[in-house]
């Protein structure tokens, strides 16, 4: 006859091997899946190598392309207002033209001035080599802030 001690004594040695069992089977099913998944040969592994290297390099060229193509629509955009600086300088010197001598002479310098932060400017942009994206960047905003204040100052002489 079985007791209720005995009984206890049993499930819990039925239930220790069920555990022990589930966990082995859990244990080999993981190290099953891991080596199936690690099982690319050496080929295989060169090839997916390759397909890397060779997104990499895409990447890479469109972002040169792209960076230079930024490059060169700022050239382009820089030259159209350095030229309609040049314009605007021309326009005002034969506006001055006629005026009394002292005044005359104040906008001419003031004129020189500017005309030649304008050629500085053109020449610098035209002067400009590639160097590597985050030198560009501050070059730009740089350049942008100098254009932005020979523009103001365009303004003021010429109202």
Request: net charge neutral; with cysteine.
């Amino acid at each position: 006859m079985i007791t209720n001690n005995s009984a206890d004594f049993y499930l819990k040695i039925s239930n220790h091997k069920m555990k022990k069992t589930i966990l082995i089977s859990a244990a080999i099913a993981l190290a099953s899946s891991t080596i199936i998944t690690g099982c690319d040969t050496p080929a295989q592994k060169v090839e997916n190598a390759q397909e890397n290297v060779d997104a990499s390099n895409k990447q890479l060229d469109q972002a040169k392309q792209d960076y230079q193509k930024d490059i060169d629509n700022y050239r382009i955009e820089t030259a159209n207002k350095i030229a309609a600086n040049d314009k605007t300088l021309a326009d005002f010197r034969a506006r001055i033209k006629d005026q009394k001598a002292d005044a005359k002479a104040d906008y001419e310098k003031k004129l020189a001035d500017l005309e030649r932060e304008n050629t500085d400017m053109k020449k610098q942009m035209d002067d400009y080599k590639s160097d590597g994206k985050d030198k560009w960047e501050t070059f730009k905003a740089g350049f942008n802030k100098s254009m932005d204040d020979l523009g103001e100052s365009l303004k003021d002489l010429t109202r």
